[in-house]
C-alpha cells in the first residue's frame, strides 16, 4: 500500500507558540490530502481537505485563520497550528489520497502527531 | 443529519469469534468502511462495503445490508493483537468519509 509520513511525531510545545506539521506522501501524487483531530476516546474529526495548488475547505466550526493549510505539491501538505493553547493539545493525523473531485480513491493514512501544548 | 452509531467498548476472550455492528444515516451512500486503530496510531484499513452481502479477507469479514443501514465486522480467532479500537466510517454522496467514535474492543486471555 502507498505509504504517508508526518513529521514530527511528538510535539511539546508552550502556549502561544506555533507548531508546523508535515504530511508527505512518499510513493504516489497526492492529489487531495485531508487534516483530522482526535481526541481522547473520540473519533476521528475533518478539519479540512486541501487540493494541491487550490486553498483548503474547512468544516464548519474549524478556524482557518488558527489551522493553516498550505498544499503545496503533490507530495507534500503542511498543517501550522498558531498561537496554540492547552485546548489545542490532540492527536493530528494527515490522510492522503489521488482522488478526484466526482469520485473517491481509499485515504492513506499518516502515523499521527501528538501535539501537547503546556 | 448523517450519523454513525457503534457500541463503544466490547469484550471478547482470545480465539472466541466477536462480532462489531455500526448502522449509518449518510445522504446518499457510496460504501462502508472499517478501519482498526491502536491507541496512539494511525486507523489502517480493514475493509469497504459497498454491495450487500458478506466478504471475506482472512479473520476478518464484513457485511452490509444497504436497506437497513448496517453493518458489522466479523472477528474470528481473536488474538491478544486485536484489542484495538475498530472505527466504522461512511462514504457519502460527496465522497465525504462521515466517522463512527469507534468501537474498544478488549481481548481477554
Known amino acids: 500500500g502507498a505509504v504517508v509520513s508526518q513529521h514530527p511525531s511528538w510535539v511539546i510545545c508552550k502556549s502561544g507558540t506555533s507548531v508546523k506539521i508535515e504530511c508527505r506522501s512518499l510513493?504516489?501524487?497526492?492529489?487531495?490530502m485531508f487534516w483530522y483531530r482526535q481526541f481522547p476516546k473520540q473519533s476521528l474529526m475533518l478539519m479540512a481537505t486541501s487540493n494541491e495548488g487550490s486553498k483548503a475547505t474547512y468544516e464548519q466550526g474549524v478556524e482557518k485563520d488558527k489551522f493553516l493549510i498550505n498544499h503545496a505539491s503533490l507530495t507534500l501538505s503542511t498543517l501550522t497550528v498558531t498561537s496554540a493553547h492547552p485546548e489545542d493539545s490532540s492527536f493530528y493525523i494527515c490522510?492522503?489520497?489521488?482522488?478526484?473531485?466526482?469520485?473517491?480513491?481509499?485515504?492513506?493514512f499518516g502515523p499521527g502527531t501528538r501535539l501537547t501544548v503546556l | 443529519g448523517q450519523n454513525i452509531d457503534q457500541p463503544t467498548e466490547m469484550t471478547a476472550t482470545e480465539g472466541a469469534i466477536v462480532q462489531i455492528n455500526c448502522t449509518y444515516q449518510t445522504s446518499g451512500f457510496n460504501g462502508l468502511f472499517w478501519y482498526q486503530q491502536h491507541a496512539g496510531e494511525a486507523p489502517t484499513f480493514l475493509s469497504y462495503n459497498v454491495l450487500d452481502g458478506l466478504e471475506e479477507k482472512g479473520r476478518f469479514s464484513s457485511f452490509l445490508s444497504r436497506s437497513k443501514g448496517y453493518s458489522y465486522l466479523l472477528l474470528k480467532e481473536l488474538q491478544m493483537k486485536d484489542s484495538a479500537s475498530y472505527l466504522c466510517?461512511?462514504?457519502?454522496?460527496?465522497?465525504?468519509?462521515?466517522w463512527g467514535a469507534g468501537t474498544k474492543l478488549i481481548i481477554k486471555p
Open positions: 490522510s492522503a489520497s489521488d482522488s478526484g473531485k466526482d469520485s473517491y480513491n481509499e485515504q492513506f
Open positions: 510513493d504516489f501524487q497526492a492529489t487531495t
Open positions: 466510517a461512511g462514504l457519502d454522496s460527496n465522497y465525504q468519509l462521515i
